[in-house]
């Protein structure tokens, strides 16, 4: 069955960096657009950065420039580097896979950023 495990969340002071980790299997990896989603308390659910299955990148305005999506299709795996932490970048970060009418998410990952 399909499946999609993030990890790499946890508790971080403002200035550091995480690295999430999102590992498929289930599906043809490769032919998916993935994606890093992200809410916090009490919004919404954001669009963080996606990937195409040709590599092309998209992130929202406030990640721009701090945070870098990336994919290794040979490991079924899609990455979100995450460098300038602020306290507003607090939230669970879901992954998301994509490809027509098919869409499937991860079950989240909790990313904490406090002194």
């Known amino acids: 069955q399909v499946q999609l495990v993030e990890s790499g969340g946890g508790l971080v002071q403002p200035g550091g960096s995480l690295r999430l980790s999102c590992a498929a299997s289930g599906f043809t990896f490769s032919a998916y657009v993935m994606s890093w989603h992200r809410q916090a308390p009490g919004e919404e659910r954001e669009l963080v950065a996606l990937?195409?299955?040709?590599?092309?990148?998209s992130y929202a305005n406030s990640m721009r420039g701090r945070f870098t999506i990336s994919r290794d299709n040979a490991k079924n795996t899609v990455y979100l580097q995450m460098n300038s932490l602020k306290p507003e970048d607090t939230a669970i970060y879901y992954c998301h896979a994509r490809w027509g009418s098919k869409d499937y998410w991860g079950q989240g990952t909790q990313v904490t950023v406090s002194s």
């Open positions: 990937i195409t299955s040709a590599g092309a990148t």
